[in-house]
């Protein structure tokens, strides 16, 4: 039986691996906000701060779960956390569940509330952990909230993954009610349907993050780990702007996360007009950490958000709430799902 403390350095080989070559699309190339060439606004007024989980961030921007786990690793939460704090971003630490059971690793996680005494930062566990180890990783890292990851594929592509998914949303209910911070229910890169954020919203749910196809691909990380799913399963998920879209039409209440395969300011500016509170990156900040160091994240990330604000000013929008009424035309494939789908797009173009 392979480790958990190993599998989280194939984990973070093989996502390094692979972070060119994937083919999958994230569908947001079937997105289009509408430039305005008469913004009538000032750069210093454009506002993209926003407050989330009661912590105002510099920007809408998360470094989604990587890592942690293994002692080879703590470096790459160090610099990860490092980064955020001096950007004013949010941060997730990987999965804590190695922690939990070898109390020796478990600096590679608080490392990250070490450098980032007062920034917005989230643990992370399975949706099917129990109530006293959610608690355990919160208390851990004195964590804002928590991510519960949903990994159904990843699970079936591996060797030593867990077949059985039977009251995972009866757990998720369980959790949401008995934990002191915020939950968000997250997927790890294959989408959720609408179906699944009206169960979860059921279940308590307030925060979702959708993490659709197109960005890391686990069954494909998997695959190179000798996994057991097959190729086939690397196809299998809902493209991250489809299934922002799925959940932002239920109308419901519940605030979205989008990540998965976001790359570029005009992703993020693209989400968020839609209707996504945060955004996430993980794969991009691991590949310029390791080849860049800290203060070249710290670069990359304030390129990303001097971007945001470029393209905030290219349609008028001085802050972000006025960047979610700007008209965005969804067309393509894209338009096509959702429309097959009952979703009603064009409401966006109308605004």
């Known amino acids: 039986m392979i480790s958990r403390k190993t599998r989280k350095l194939d984990h973070v080989r093989y996502a390094l691996e692979l972070a060119d070559t994937y083919a999958a699309t994230s569908g947001f190339e079937d997105l289009f906000l509408v430039h305005n060439a008469l913004p009538e606004l000032n750069d210093d007024a454009i506002d993209c701060s926003c407050v989330f989980m009661g912590k105002r961030l ?3 921007l998360m470094i989604n779960a990587i890592t942690g786990g293994h002692t080879r690793l703590v470096e790459i939460n160090q610099g990860l956390a490092r980064a955020a704090a001096a950007t004013g971003i949010a941060m997730a630490v990987g999965s804590q569940q190695a922690a939990l059971d070898d109390p020796l690793v ?3 996680f608080t490392v990250a509330r070490e450098e980032n005494p007062d920034g917005l930062l989230l643990a992370n566990l399975s949706a099917q952990c129990s109530v006293d180890e959610a608690l355990q990783a919160v208390e851990m890292i004195c964590a804002d909230g928590i991510q519960l990851h949903l990994n159904v594929n990843q699970e079936l592509a591996m060797h030593e993954g867990d077949t059985d998914f039977r009251g995972v949303r009866d757990n998720i209910e369980r959790l949401v009610k ?3 911070v915020p939950v968000v229910v997250k997927e790890v890169g294959f989408g959720m ?3 699944v954020v009206v169960a979860l919203y059921q279940a308590g749910v307030r925060y979702v993050d959708v993490s659709g ?3 890391t691909n686990f069954a494909a990380i998997e695959g190179k780990r000798g996994g057991k799913g097959g190729a086939f399963l690397e196809r299998w998920g809902i493209p ?4 922002l879209l799925e959940a932002l039409s239920t109308g419901l209440p519940v605030t979205i996360i989008a990540s998965g395969g976001l ?3 005009l992703d993020m500016a693209l989400a968020l007009a839609a209707g996504a509170s945060l955004t996430a990156i993980a794969g991009p900040f691991l590949k310029e950490l390791v080849e860049k ?6 670069c990359y990330i304030n390129d990303l958000i001097s971007g945001l604000r470029q393209v905030m000013m290219l349609t008028g929008a001085g802050d972000l709430a006025a960047l979610a009424r700007k008209p965005l035309v969804v067309t393509g494939f894209t338009a096509e799902w959702l429309k097959r789908r009952g979703v009603d797009v064009d409401v966006y173009a109308r605004r």
């Open 193 to 195: 349907a609408r179906e």
């Open 58 to 60: 510099r920007a809408p």
């Open 213 to 215: 196809w197109g960005g």
């Open 106 to 108: 478990r600096h590679t």
């Open 293 to 298: 160091g800290w203060d070249g994240l710290v």
């Open 240 to 243: 991250t702007a489809i299934s």
């Open 178 to 180: 008995s934990l002191p």
């Open 263 to 265: 790359r570029t300011p």
